[in-house]
């Protein structure tokens, strides 16, 4: 099994998409534990929004390139709707509950590649 997902991962040019935004969304991750324990200065917050916009910018582009090459399907669009629904909701939240709806969004991605396959 994990001898061919690495080939149907790379014949896939929308799936290619998704590999960005859990980088993106795993560095956010540990942004936001950082400003919520540590220190929360306008830079790291400025950080923590531009990895935030780099998962949309991914997500955005595997839904046209899966489009173009396939077929979106109803799972695809309500992982991105989540992430600019749910997610930008929850930062009005309790930091920690923030924090826990982020992390349902980075179990939600690598969903979105078992689904292609």
Do not use: C
Not at 1 to 17: C, G, K, R, V
Not at 35 to 61: D, E, R
């Amino acid at each position: 099994m994990a001898t061919e997902l690495f080939p149907q991962l790379s014949d896939a040019p929308s799936l290619i998409w998704l590999l960005p935004a859990i980088g993106f969304h795993v560095v956010n991750i540990f942004t936001g534990v950082f400003m919520a324990f540590q220190k929360k200065t306008p830079a790291l917050i400025k950080v923590h929004n531009l990895l935030y916009y780099g998962v949309l910018i991914s997500l955005v582009n595997f839904l046209i390139m899966n489009q173009v090459h396939g077929e979106n399907t109803i799972w695809d669009y309500l992982v991105f709707v989540y992430f600019i629904t749910v997610v930008p909701i929850s930062k009005r939240w309790d930091v920690m509950i923030h924090a826990f709806v982020s992390l349902i969004g980075l179990t939600l991605l690598p969903l979105l590649i078992v689904l292609q396959m």
